[in-house]
């Protein structure tokens, strides 16, 4: 039994008793009258009275009949009500059913209308679809952060391997050692970073004091060769920028950055500038990469953020901007994971078109307090 028939059964129900009560009342009420033979006050008019008693007889009989008739009223009137009261339910559950059978989580019901008990759960049932849809969506750009940033460790390690096994008695095996272990390390330690990524609070909680100077001199001296190879003369202008945040995941903010720099650069070579600076007054550090390349309209530096998109506003499938000599084309998810990153540490990341091409990418964070420092 649906709740519907149910509803409109009750009401019917409802009425019928409402209905058996109010006839009841009536009845006792007639059972006052005098039981004594009602004449004309005319003598000569011979119109006939009824007796109490035949009063209540007819009042008997004709009960049953508006009993019937109210069972029938509410039974209806209680269908089609209950029908336009549980209007609102039907359309939670459709939405319900439609995103069961096609994961459609961007689906959203919308319910509109009073502020009543429907349209509060109607609420409470999109905010939780986008709490759902926002934790599928962190867990694909989890996936796909994972297998960019260890595709370059694991391509070390199988060059290394590759070249150990054509030339078994050249190598030096110590040092070949050396190497994979150090690049097993960044792998782990880029899983790490990766896993505490996809927990926001996790790395709200996790906070180290470092410095975005050094993070960025390491990630100049990582590209230095793909840097050199391309054609591309770095300048730096690296002071002191006291920041308290995940290192790891701020040393690849820096590396992303610096190796987008590179690879987005001109293809006969160009020049990339990379500062950081301390602002007391503001309580803020910068970390600032300029590049010299293409000329990036307005409307495409809005998008570059999203995910797979690359800097000539063309998705991995396409061709893509030329990548520097001995380096990746990539898959667009640098300045992803860099305004992922970013956002983590409560910082804002800006991106705007260079003139005469290129790009200039500001990051800036909140700076660690330093004891004893002074505003200037």
Known sequence: MSARLRLALGY??????????????????????????????????????????????TLVGVSGYLLAALAVVGVVG??????????????????????????????RIGLRGRNDEFRQLADSFDA?????????????????????????????????????????????????LRR???????????????????????????RDDTDLAAAASAA????????????????????????????????????????????????????????TRHDRAAGTVTLRVENTGRPVPAEDVARLREPFLRGAGRVAAGPGPVPAPGGTRGHGLGLALVDRITRVHHGMLTLLPREGGGLVVTVVLPARPVTGATVP
């Open 78 to 107: 209680g269908w089609f009500l209950a029908g336009r009261v549980l209007r609102p339910l039907r359309r939670i559950n459709d939405a319900a059913t439609r995103i069961a059978a096609t994961g459609a989580l961007e689906h």
């Open 220 to 275: 100049l001296a990582e590209c230095a060769t793909e840097a050199e190879g391309a054609g591309v003369r770095a300048h730096a202008d690296l002071r002191a920028a006291p920041v308290r945040g995940d290192a790891e995941l701020l040393a690849r903010l820096a590396v992303n950055l610096v190796q987008n720099a590179v690879r987005h650069n001109l293809p006969d070579g160009g020049a990339l500038r990379v500062g």
């Open 128 to 176: 939780m679809l986008g709490r759902l849809q926002d934790s599928f969506a962190a867990q694909e750009r989890f996936a796909a952060n994972a297998s960019h940033e260890l595709r370059t460790p694991l391509a070390v390690t199988s060059t290394l391997l590759e070249v150990a096994r054509r030339d078994p008695a050249g190598q030096d095996y110590p040092r070949l």
């Open 180 to 206: 994979l272990t150090d690049t097993n390390e960044r792998a782990i330690a880029v899983t790490e970073a990766l896993l505490r990524l996809a927990d926001a609070n996790e790395v709200t909680a996790a």
């Open 12 to 57: 019917a129900v409802f009425l019928v008793a409402a209905g058996a009560v109010v006839l009841a009342g009536v009845y006792i009420v007639l059972r006052q009258v005098p039981n004594y033979p009602l004449t004309a006050a005319n003598p000569r008019d011979r119109a006939y009275a009824p007796s109490r008693q035949e009063i209540l007889e």
